[in-house]
């Protein structure tokens, strides 16, 4: 399971953060609910592409002694199962749907100018979601815009992206871009059983 890290601030100050186990370590398992400290359980590497860096990060494990199941700690200016940074993405979303820029425009602008105009077009599908306005809405006020996606980008940058990150994935288990369909809310497999037929 994923869980939000809950340091602030870059990428550089992030590989510093991490080096000790106990500075962020959970107090209790989110999967079991068992009052325990977690156990310090190594890293995984991740590839990661920001403004500034285009390489592998290290994201802290830990390990519930109850359940024996993992918690990662994932910073929060990666999204789960997308290499690029919110940073990127937010540059990319706001040039390409906000400025009207192509798609190969948008990518420059996010720092991403040799970027194949699918991934562009890939970001753009996931985020075109009603939702997104109605749940942000309990952040701040809708401001007027012509479209839904346009105020949603505006409510974005009011908030602060990885604010707005935060909000979504740790209180809702919301993906920022939305999860593919074959994944459930909570970033996992599921399988939706049919009703029982009435007695």
């Not at 290499?83 to 540059?91: E, P």
């Amino acid at each position: 399971m994923q869980i939000l890290h809950p340091f602030v601030g870059s990428v550089r100050q992030y590989f510093n953060e991490i080096a000790d186990p106990d500075r962020y370590r959970p107090d209790h398992c989110p999967q079991c609910e068992a009052h325990q400290p977690l156990s310090a359980h190594g890293f995984y590497s991740r590839t990661l592409v920001d403004v500034a860096l285009d390489g592998v990060i290290r994201v802290r494990r830990y390990l519930c002694r109850c359940c024996r199941r993992t918690i990662s700690l994932l910073p929060e200016f990666a999204l789960p199962y997308l290499r690029f940074s919110i940073t990127v993405i937010a540059l990319f979303l706001i040039a390409r749907l906000l400025g009207g820029n192509t798609l190969n425009a948008a990518a420059v602008a996010a720092t991403l100018p040799h970027m194949p105009y699918q991934r562009g077009q890939f970001w753009v599908r996931r985020f075109r979601s009603e939702r997104l306005c109605a749940i942000l809405a309990a952040l701040i006020a809708a401001p007027s815009a012509p479209h839904f996606v346009a105020r949603a980008l505006l409510m974005l940058q009011s908030i602060g992206w990885v604010a707005a990150h935060r909000f979504l994935f740790a209180h809702l288990r919301l993906h920022l871009l939305g999860w593919p369909a074959f994944l459930a809310p909570d970033g996992r497999l599921a399988a939706l059983r049919p009703a029982a037929p009435p007695a």
